[in-house]
């Protein structure tokens, strides 16, 4: 009837995606020639993991390769029994000037053209995509300015679906891993149950504070994430 009063549990239906189904992650990593990538990659399957993703890992893949996994994967969400709730995707690999991903045979992939595989799936039809890239996009440094927290160099991206970062900066990883999906794990891992872009936003005021020695220099550099995001409901990785 007209005027009704909502249940909190439709409510919350109607605010937050329904995460109650499978989840499906895809990590897609270059190693070789990347220190520090594979500590990237074992962080990140932990999460994964611990936040119930059924977790698929392809390492040191080509450019063709790229596309291909991203095909059979969202092959495999179209083909299973039962509905999915959420993709992830992570590409962690070197990258290009312009954007592209360079795969482990220094061949060419574009990151759009796997985001679009990936929106061609049927089962995740009005379900959240999270991209996750690790990639420089050139060899410019941002030093900030003294004390700044709000670098403008982005060295690092972060896509909610989807994007990539700011042309001409690099990507900082050290044999430790990446400032980004390191702390990316630290501060999901601390408050699984909180909004995600919430999160994120946690973790790129943490990256921002951060002074790193950039390749090849004695100085030290700022790093920044970019957060795309056309979600259109709170997004919570774990209930």
């Known amino acids: 009837p007209?005027?009704?009063?909502?249940?909190?549990?439709?409510?919350?239906?109607?605010?937050?995606?329904?995460?109650?189904?499978?989840?499906?992650?895809?990590?897609?990593?270059?190693?070789?020639?990347r220190p520090g990538a594979q500590h990237d990659v074992e962080a990140l399957r932990g999460l994964c993991?611990?936040?119930?993703?059924?977790?698929?890992?392809r390492t040191d893949p080509t450019a063709q390769a790229f596309?291909?996994?991203?095909?059979?994967?969202?092959?495999?969400?179209?083909?299973?029994?039962?509905?999915v709730s959420c993709a992830l995707v992570a590409l962690m690999a070197h990258g290009g000037p312009r954007g592209q991903l360079m795969g482990a045979d220094w061949q060419e992939?574009?990151?759009?053209?796997?985001?679009?595989?990936?929106?061609?799936?049927?089962?995740l039809r009005g379900c959240p995509k999270i991209f996750l890239l690790q990639a420089c996009r050139g060899g410019?440094?941002?030093?900030?300015?003294?004390?700044?927290?709000?670098?403008?160099?982005q060295g690092l991206s972060l896509t909610l679906w989807p994007w990539s970062p700011d042309l001409g900066y690099v990507a900082?990883?050290?044999?430790?891993?990446?400032?980004?999906?390191?702390?990316?794990?630290?501060?999901?891992?601390?408050?699984?149950?909180?909004?995600?872009?919430?999160?994120?936003?946690e973790v790129n005021r943490r990256v921002c504070e951060q002074d790193v020695l950039g390749p090849d220099c004695d100085e030290l550099r700022k790093a920044c994430l970019e957060i795309r995001s056309s979600l259109r409901r709170r997004l919570c990785l774990q209930a």
Do not use: N, W
């Open 49 to 57: 993991q611990a936040l119930g993703f059924e977790t698929t890992l």
């Open 172 to 201: 900082y990883r050290d044999e430790k891993g990446s400032d980004f999906i390191q702390t990316l794990v630290e501060v999901l891992r601390a408050k699984p149950e909180g909004d995600l872009l919430e999160l994120l936003t």
């Open 109 to 123: 992939v574009h990151p759009e053209a796997l985001q679009r595989e990936l929106s061609h799936c049927r089962a």
């Open 2 to 33: 007209s005027g009704q009063l909502r249940q909190p549990q439709q409510l919350v239906q109607d605010t937050h995606y329904d995460l109650s189904r499978a989840r499906a992650a895809l990590f897609l990593a270059v190693i070789q020639d």
């Open 67 to 83: 596309q291909e996994e991203l095909a059979e994967f969202r092959e495999r969400l179209d083909t299973r029994s039962g509905p």
């Open 140 to 153: 410019e440094q941002d030093a900030g300015a003294p004390g700044d927290m709000e670098a403008e160099g």
